[in-house]
C-alpha cells in the first residue's frame, strides 16, 4: 500500500518546519539539474581516437568530471529526497536504486571522468612513444567491462528510482505531464557525453521538479495546511 508521510506533530510545528526548509530544498532540487546541464554543456566529446581528440581539451575534460561528480551524487539524493515524501515498498525499491547508483554510478564517473582526465594530462608532458602506451592505457580504462558494468548498473539503478518516484507522485494525484518529464533523468545519466541529449535531460528535470515543487506540492500546502 503506498502512503504519504505525515508530520508526527501539530500543524503549526509542520507548516514552520517545511517554510524553514524549503530554500534548502529548492535549491537542492532545482539548483542541481540547472548547474548540471550548465556543465554538461562544455563537456568535451570525445572522438574516435580518445586520447588525441582529449589532448587539447584535458583541463576543460578534468574540470568538468571535477564539477560532475558531485553534481551526479546531489542528483541521487535529489531522488531521495523526492521519494522521502512515501512510504511503501514502490518508495523502498526507488530508495535502493538511488543507493546502487550512488555506488556504481559515481565510481563510473571517478573512473571514466576524472582518472581518464588525469592519464591524458600526464601524457602529454611524456615523449611520444611513452604517450602512445598512456593512449592504450586510456583506451583500456574506458573499454573495461568493469567499468561499462558500472554506467550500467548505475543507470538502470537511477531509472527504477525515477520510475518509482513517478508512479508514486501520480498515486498522489500529481499531474502527468511533469511526472513524464522525469523521464530526464534517465536520459542525463545514460547520454551523459553523447551529445546534448543529456542538457536535455537535465532541463526536463529542472522543468519537471520546478513543476512539482511550486506548483503541485505548493497548491497542496495551500489546501490542506501541511507539506506533503
Not at 524553514?20 to 540547472?34: E, F, K, N, Y
Not at 554506467?151 to 537511477?158: F, H, K, T, Y
Not at 518509482?164 to 508512479?167: D, E, K, R
Not at 511526472?179 to 545519466?189: D, N, R
Given at each position: 500500500?503506498?502512503?504519504?508521510?505525515?508530520?508526527?506533530?501539530?500543524a503549526s510545528?509542520?507548516?514552520?518546519?517545511?517554510s524553514?526548509?524549503?530554500?534548502?530544498?529548492?535549491?537542492?532540487?532545482?539548483?542541481?539539474?540547472?548547474a548540471l546541464?550548465?556543465v554538461?554543456?562544455?563537456?568535451?566529446?570525445?572522438?574516435t581516437d580518445?586520447?588525441e581528440?582529449?589532448?587539447?581539451?584535458?583541463?576543460?575534460?578534468l574540470?568538468v568530471?571535477?564539477?560532475?561528480l558531485?553534481?551526479?551524487?546531489?542528483?541521487?539524493?535529489?531522488?531521495?529526497?523526492?521519494?522521502?515524501?512515501?512510504?511503501?515498498?514502490?518508495?523502498?525499491?526507488?530508495?535502493?536504486?538511488?543507493?546502487?547508483?550512488?555506488?556504481?554510478?559515481?565510481?563510473?564517473?571517478?573512473?571514466?571522468?576524472i582518472?581518464?582526465?588525469?592519464?591524458?594530462?600526464?601524457g602529454?608532458?611524456?615523449?611520444?612513444?611513452?604517450?602512445?602506451?598512456?593512449?592504450?592505457?586510456?583506451?583500456?580504462?574506458?573499454t573495461?567491462?568493469?567499468?561499462?558494468?558500472l554506467?550500467?548498473?548505475?543507470?538502470?539503478?537511477?531509472t527504477?528510482?525515477?520510475v518509482?518516484?513517478?508512479?508514486l507522485?501520480?498515486?498522489?494525484?500529481?499531474?502527468?505531464?511533469?511526472?513524464?518529464?522525469?523521464?530526464?533523468?534517465?536520459?542525463?545519466?545514460?547520454?551523459?557525453?553523447?551529445?546534448?541529449?543529456?542538457?536535455l535531460?537535465?532541463?526536463?528535470?529542472?522543468?519537471?521538479?520546478g513543476?512539482?515543487?511550486?506548483?503541485?506540492r505548493?497548491g497542496?500546502?495551500?489546501?490542506?495546511?501541511?507539506?506533503?
Open positions: 500500500m503506498i502512503r504519504l508521510r505525515t508530520p508526527d506533530h501539530d510545528d509542520g507548516e514552520q518546519s517545511v524553514s526548509s524549503q530554500p534548502w530544498r529548492w535549491l537542492l532540487l532545482v539548483g542541481t539539474p540547472i546541464g550548465g554538461l554543456a562544455v563537456h568535451p566529446h570525445g572522438g580518445l586520447y581528440s582529449l589532448a587539447p581539451v584535458a583541463d576543460v575534460w574540470y568530471h571535477l564539477l560532475l558531485p553534481l551526479f551524487a546531489l542528483l541521487g539524493v535529489s531522488l531521495y529526497l523526492l521519494l522521502a515524501d512515501f512510504a511503501g515498498p514502490v518508495a523502498t525499491a526507488g530508495r535502493i536504486g538511488v543507493a546502487v547508483y550512488l555506488v556504481t554510478y559515481l565510481a563510473f564517473e571517478a573512473i571514466a571522468g582518472a581518464t582526465g588525469l592519464l591524458v594530462r600526464v602529454q608532458g611524456l615523449p611520444a612513444e611513452q604517450q602512445a602506451g598512456v593512449a592504450a592505457a586510456l583506451e583500456a580504462t574506458v573495461s567491462p568493469v567499468v561499462g558494468a554506467a550500467l548498473v548505475g543507470s538502470l539503478a537511477i527504477v528510482a525515477a518509482a518516484l513517478g508512479i507522485l501520480r498515486r498522489a494525484g500529481a499531474p502527468l505531464v511533469p511526472v513524464a518529464l522525469l523521464a530526464g533523468v534517465p536520459l542525463v545519466v545514460v547520454a551523459h557525453g553523447g551529445g546534448y541529449a543529456d542538457v535531460g537535465a532541463a526536463m528535470i529542472a522543468i519537471s521538479v513543476w512539482l515543487e511550486f506548483g503541485w505548493d497542496r500546502r495551500s489546501s490542506s495546511g501541511h507539506a506533503v
